[in-house]
């Protein structure tokens, strides 16, 4: 064999074995176990171990709306998913596919808003909720990153048809804030799903998008729909100026307090269910 041959031919095997290692740690890195894992990846071999051991479901909500022009339009949903993947890390369980349909809110006819039928959205989640409790899941947490008052009526109302239905399950279903006991650490877009979100997702924060919003005249927060809908650095934004109040350490920092009351509820209703069985 010559050079030329041998030099292809390391070339090739250098190759083959780099495509190997790359798809070694591929698998490693999706198919590795955790205490929690996403639904829609597990093989059905993982969803009996988890149903036998920690028989939790993680269900995150949210919509698809405007957020300002420094924020990501699935924020709600996402802030949910962010929550409920770090408390199912921590008791174990499943991780159910986000819901990005919710229904209510002002920002209905804003660019990129997406909402649904309110009846609509109350049948999906009875046909979820079920399915669950069929599959096997005894313990549901529903969180909810969108949280007009519609959103949160059908949401806690689908959780408590569920528990009337099921007594032997344990259910769940709040807004985010609800998590928060301090205070009420909810607005839209504002100081505090901004400071979440760059918490959980900072790639998909981007604060130089609020143009005008740290200059000395602009508004220091809005306090009503009119001023919310109002053009200007704070347009399609309630609550405090982000601009001004958002930051990751106060977004970590609430993220720490309600993920430790998510794991804390879970644990005492598995503890509950195992009791009863």
Known sequence: MDFKARHEG???????????????????????????????????????????????????????????????IGNDALKAEGLCERACTRTGGVLVPTLYWGIGGGHKEYPASLIVRDQLLS???????????RVGFRVIVLVTGHYPGEQVSAVKGAAERFAQAHPDARIWALPEYEAYPHERRADHAAKWETSILMALRPELVDMSRLVGADAPHAPDAT???????????????????????????????????????????????????????
Request: charged share 20%; net charge negative; aromatic share 6%.
């Open 123 to 133: 049948d999906l989640l009875d046909e979820v909720l079920s399915g669950l409790y």
């Open 223 to 277: 306090h009503t729909l009119e001023e919310m809908n109002a053009p200007g650095p704070l347009h399609g934004i309630l609550g405090e100026n982000p601009a001004r109040y958002a930051s990751p350490r106060l977004g970590e920092e609430t993220v720490e307090v309600i993920v430790d009351h998510l794991v804390s509820w879970v644990n005492r209703a598995l503890a509950e269910i195992r009791t009863e069985r």
């Open 10 to 72: 390391m070339k090739w095997a250098t190759s083959v074995g780099r495509h190997a290692l790359v798809s070694l740690l591929m698998t490693i890195q999706w198919r590795s176990p955790m205490p929690g894992m996403r639904y829609q990846e597990m093989l059905p071999h993982e969803l009996e171990a988890v149903l036998r051991a920690t028989p939790v479901a993680y269900f995150p909500l949210g919509t698809l709306e405007y957020h300002g022009p420094h924020l990501a």
